[in-house]
């Protein structure tokens, strides 16, 4: 059962712009939550996070928003470089042990 | 360089054979993680170690196992290997807490 949902496998956006990926989770408990980004060959390196305690939570050009309600977390990018072209996972826990993973969003920006 | 430390970075081995895949973790931290990442799949959590004592467990299948040794490498077992074995896997490791993983550069296993 995958508790943590990134439903578009895939994106293409233009350098300059937003872009904009998002994550689902179904477990109401999950307390804290973060972006990891993978190139090919490596391992994930952490990204950005969020506690459930705020809304959005921002480090550069790197903006994380939780709708708790929603439960819903999206991660925006301003503005894209080509460099920000990777797979990005997002993952949620319970007191920030054991992290569920979404299944990722291959984002492809174009110069 | 993120400090945990994989090796083999690539195995190849036939159906039915046993691997064994090590992890050192990054310096200080206590905590190691395995994951899966099969094609199209995200990063299943296999097992939690923390400070030898295993701490919590995933998906992982009885023919997998692990152990985490007194100067904190670890070792993940997978006995019996059949084609959907074949996967990335990572090792993670932690300070514990909120501070979220960091990841090795993963062992690719093929089997044949």
């Known amino acids: 059962d995958q508790q943590v949902k990134q439903n578009s496998p895939s994106l293409s956006v233009q350098e300059g712009r937003i872009s904009i990926l998002n994550c689902d989770y179904t477990n109401s408990m999950f307390d804290y939550f973060l972006w990891y980004k993978k190139y090919p060959a490596e391992g994930p390196t952490f990204l950005i996070s969020i506690s459930s305690i705020k809304d959005k939570n921002e480090d550069g050009r790197f903006t994380v928003f939780l709708n708790k309600s929603a439960k819903h977390l999206s991660l925006h990018i301003v503005p894209s470089q080509p460099g920000d072209s990777a797979v990005y996972f997002c993952a949620a826990s319970v007191g920030g042990n054991q992290f569920y993973f979404g299944t990722g969003t291959s984002l492809t920006v174009i110069p | 360089d993120s400090g945990v430390t994989q090796t083999p970075k690539h195995l190849i081995t036939a159906t039915g054979q046993r691997v064994t895949l090590r992890c050192s973790p990054r310096s200080g931290d206590l905590s190691v993680y395995w994951y899966q990442q099969s094609l199209d799949q995200g990063l299943q959590f296999l097992i939690q170690?923390?400070?030898?004592?295993?701490?919590a467990k995933g998906n992982i299948l009885e023919r997998f196992s692990a152990q985490q040794f007194p100067d904190l490498h670890s070792e993940l077992n997978l006995s019996s290997l059949e084609l959907g074995d074949s996967a990335l896997y990572f090792c993670?490791?932690?300070?514990?807490?909120?501070?979220?993983?960091?990841f090795g550069s993963g062992t690719r296993l093929t089997v044949v």
């Open positions: 170690y923390y400070n030898g004592e295993e701490r």
């Open positions: 993670a490791s932690s300070m514990g807490g909120s501070y979220g993983y960091t």
